[in-house]
């Protein structure tokens, strides 16, 4: 394919370093770049943008991507970037329909995917910045986050989810919600909310199903806080397919969305654990060229 790849592989989420290279050498000259400790791929990507940036090629799950969308920040001109499934999740990838199959996704690097522009979120955390591609959670979604495992993601898969959805469940208290975007606001009880640049969290759960990532938007999805009674039926609202449609959900749309909580609460980019509210998130349109199946 002519230009060489530069590859940035998470071995852990992946198939091995000698197995996904070996997969990989039909693609051209490689540059394998390797990951051992958090951090790696951020500094990884770093390297590769320094050095005049050019084709990227990712192999992890979702928080490798997080760590290389802020390694590439905040100015992502001259990188094209793809991603290979290595993950747990996987979310980012499904809602680019990256095919799950790492040999099948390959195939369609090599024949099929076209780089196109996609959006960022950004979001502003104490006077600092991060960057995420795929979902920005807090409340609830943190505290199932916190109750998985490494060893649990590798006996379940995507799986771990929910079944550490389930096990939170016990501890399970609303708070004070409320946001402000460029034409409303809203302030409820809630148990989650999820700013969303992509469709998927939590391993195929499609909570923003009307979410894209080239138009200039993020989606906020609130979970209200119910009665104990409606606890049940939501939780089967939340671990099916019918995630997104049901009418537990509030959704909004903006560019530039506030959020506050009473009391403050953790959030997480891309399933990372990175702060606390409050926090405002932004789209920044059309910033990242990303391959994608034609």
């Given amino acids: ?18 197995n996904e290279k070996a997969r990989l050498s ?29 084709r990227l090629l990712v192999i992890g799950g979702d928080g490798t991507l997080n760590e290389v969308v802020n390694g590439l920040s905040p100015n992502f001109e001259g990188i094209q970037m793809a991603v290979l499934p290595g993950g747990t999740g996987n979310d980012f990838c499904r809602a680019l329909g990256i095919p799950d199959d790492m040999e099948q996704a390959i195939e369609a690097l090599e024949s099929s995917m076209k780089p196109s522009l996609i959006d960022v979120g950004r ?59 460029e034409d409303g606001s809203l302030e409820t009880e809630a148990y989650a909310w999820v700013v969303a640049n992509g469709r998927y969290i939590a391993g195929g759960i499609p909570i923003a199903p009307e979410a894209s990532f080239d138009d200039g938007f993020l989606d906020l999805v609130v979970i209200p806080g119910l009665p104990l009674s409606k606890l049940p039926s939501f939780v089967s609202e939340l ?23 009473r009391p403050s609460h953790e959030f997480n980019l891309d399933g990372e654990i990175i702060g606390s ?18």
């Fill in 123 to 181: 979001v502003s955390i104490g006077g600092e910045e991060r960057f995420f591609l795929n979902a920005s959670a807090g409340g609830f979604s943190v505290m199932v986050s916190r109750n998985l495992d490494e060893s649990s993601k590798k006996q379940w898969g995507s799986l771990a989810y929910y079944v550490s959805a389930i096990g939170t469940l016990p501890d399970l208290q609303s708070f004070h919600f409320s946001a402000r975007w």
């Fill in 26 to 54: 039909r693609l051209g000259d490689l540059n394998l770049m390797t990951t051992s400790h958090p951090g790696d791929a951020l500094r990884f990507a770093r390297q590769v943008k320094e050095t005049g940036g050019g």
């Fill in 277 to 294: 509210t409050p926090v405002i998130y932004e789209a920044i349109p059309s910033a990242l060229m990303v391959y994608q199946p034609a």
């Fill in 239 to 261: 671990l099916t397919e019918t995630a997104g449609t049901t009418s537990t959900m509030v959704k909004r749309q903006g560019q530039r969305i506030e959020v506050e909580t």
């Fill in 1 to 18: 394919m002519g230009e060489c790849w530069n590859i940035i592989l998470n071995p852990s989420a992946g198939g091995g370093e000698d």
